[in-house]
Nanobody, 123 residues
């Protein structure tokens, strides 16, 4: 059983920054991909960024150049540095992880999910 715990959400103004953290705990096989997804009201959940144990990263088009994912998968930790935040970044941000080492943008390919943390950006 894996528990993913997110922290670092909050309310900020346009142009400000936030840093999200996620840690995995429990008894489980190695996690080889960890990432962040987000879901805004009335919209589908979408990939924000993911990082694989080998280092490769994937970013959603809307956050490229503004968000940076980092982490230590050996320690089951992943972070998301969000800079130059915009109102359209407002969403619940979910940490997710999968055992397979193959990076993916598909939500259904992730094995474990956190409960989410709210990020609100006002203009």
């Amino acid at each position: 059983q894996v528990q993913l715990a997110e922290s670092g959400g909050g309310s900020v103004r346009t142009g400000e920054s936030l840093r999200l953290s996620c840690s995995a705990s429990g008894s489980f096989s190695p996690l080889n991909v960890m990432g962040w997804h987000r879901q805004a009201p009335g919209k589908a959940r979408e990939l924000v960024a993911s990082i694989s144990s080998g280092g490769p990263t994937i970013y959603g088009d809307s956050v490229k150049g503004r968000f940076t994912i980092s982490g230590d998968l050996a320690k089951n930790m992943v972070y998301l540095q969000m800079n130059n935040l915009k109102p359209e970044d407002t969403a619940v941000y979910y940490c997710a992880a999968r055992r397979s080492p193959v990076a993916t943008t598909r939500r259904d390919d992730y094995d474990y999910w956190g409960r989410g943390t709210q990020v609100t950006v006002s203009s």
